[in-house]
C-alpha cells in the first residue's frame, strides 16, 4: 500500500520510543489493531526498527499485512511449526494469488 502524503516516519519512530505503540496505548476499532504495528507496516517505506518489532510481537499478522518484508523475515529459525508456516502462507501467499491467474505465454 503506497505511503500517505504527509507520513512522517522520522516523528513516528519518536512517537514510538515515547509510549509504544500498543492496543491499549491506540484506541481503534480495525481488527489488525491486536497489534498496532500492524497499521503501519502496511505502508510502503515503514522503518524496519518498526517492522522487525511488529514481526516480534506478530510473525503472522506482519508477514500478512506488511507492504514490504525482507527476505531474512523467511529465514529466521523458528521452534513453533505452526508459526513458521503461518508466516510462510502469508507472507508469500499474497504474491502467490496476485500471480496466480497469469498464465505463460507460449
Request: charged share 30%; net charge negative; proline share 9%.
Amino acid at each position: 500500500m503506497a505511503r500517505p502524503d504527509g507520513l512522517d516516519w522520522a516523528l513516528i519512530r519518536k512517537e514510538h520510543e515515547r509510549p509504544p505503540f500498543r492496543r491499549e496505548n491506540l484506541p481503534t476499532t480495525d481488527a489488525r489493531a491486536v497489534t498496532p504495528l500492524l497499521l503501519l507496516t502496511q505502508w510502503e517505506g515503514c522503518p524496519d526498527v518498526l517492522l522487525w518489532e511488529g514481526f516480534r510481537e506478530d510473525p503472522q499478522g506482519t508477514a500478512e499485512y506488511a507492504a514490504e518484508l525482507p527476505f531474512e523475515a523467511f529465514t529466521v529459525l523458528r521452534t513453533d511449526r505452526e508459526e513458521r508456516d503461518g508466516v510462510l502462507l502469508r507472507g508469500l501467499g499474497r504474491g502467490i494469488r496476485a500471480n496466480s491467474w497469469r498464465r505463460p505465454t507460449p
